[in-house]
């Protein structure tokens, strides 16, 4: 029996075609409340981030799995957390001072990035983020760094060749990296749900559509993919659903009777 679903962000629960999340999964997500099920939100954005997003206004989590698994938390705490090592931190820092790469930093509250271009104001929009406010890179070297996004693949690539102990995911074609120690994972904050809530990996259900979801649709006993996922991803999926502007939420839901049609 399912006893918890997870799901990704963007692309998953809120479309960047319409910046809004389907009225069937807002629906479904209620439903799921109903039945005891946890709703969990399972993402590579940062709670600071989250704060700003209405429009996951109106939905209810039990639990958040933030910057990729790096941070795990919900309303008694956090149940994991990550950094990246300070090792990494003091490279990147040393990259910084002498080269003019737009980076942003994600701390346990608040983010900041190192400087703002074209590529950082083209790839927020695109995810209906506003950009970052430009901060003190040293901070870094003093405070937790759960998550680094250096923008133009290209420019990143000779500062990342010196990063030791961390994982690298695209998250966007051609502007953006997310960065996390290698320590971090989706899966670690799949696991970090299951010691807390005392829960299986066949309770749990897992809704993704990118390659940053791996260590989740890997973790969880039912693994779905939307229809407007990534191909390497769906190859992983117990189920590829239906795009998630045409309700693909809502279908998997259905179709593995988690949900009944005549409950809608």
Not at 17 to 38: C, Q, W, Y
Not at 88 to 99: C, G, K, N
Not at 162 to 181: G, M
């Amino acid at each position: 029996m399912i006893r918890a679903v997870l799901f990704d962000c963007d692309g998953t629960l809120l479309s960047h075609k319409t910046n809004r999340v389907p009225d069937s999964a807002r629906k479904a997500l209620e439903l799921l409340k109903r039945k005891g099920i946890r709703n969990i939100l399972c993402t590579g954005r940062h709670r600071s981030e989250l704060r700003h997003l209405h429009q996951l206004d109106g939905l209810d989590f039990d639990a958040y799995i933030t910057v990729n698994g790096a941070c795990t938390y919900d309303q008694s705490g956090i149940l994991s957390a990550c950094p990246i090592g300070k090792e990494t931190a003091q490279i990147v820092y040393d990259y910084l001072s002498s080269h003019e790469l737009p980076v942003q930093f994600f701390l346990d509250e608040d983010t900041f990035i190192s400087c703002v271009n074209e590529t950082v104001i083209r790839s927020q929009a695109g995810i209906h983020t506003p950009v970052p406010p430009i901060g003190d890179v040293s901070r870094i070297l003093r405070e937790p760094v759960y998550l680094m996004v250096p923008f133009g693949i290209r420019e990143a690539e000779e500062m990342i060749s010196f990063l030791k102990d961390v994982q690298v995911t695209r998250w966007n074609k051609h502007d953006a990296i997310d960065i996390v120690s290698v320590s971090a994972g989706k899966g670690v904050g799949v696991r970090a749900i299951m010691d807390a809530y005392g829960l299986t990996k066949e309770e749990l259900m897992g809704f993704g559509d990118a390659m940053n979801d791996a260590g989740m649709i890997e973790a969880v006993g039912t693994a779905v993919v939307m229809g407007n996922g990534e191909e390497s991803l769906k190859q992983m999926a117990d189920y590829v659903t239906d795009d998630i502007d045409a309700d693909g939420v809502l279908h998997a839901l259905i179709r593995f009777g988690v949900l009944r049609e005549e409950e809608l």
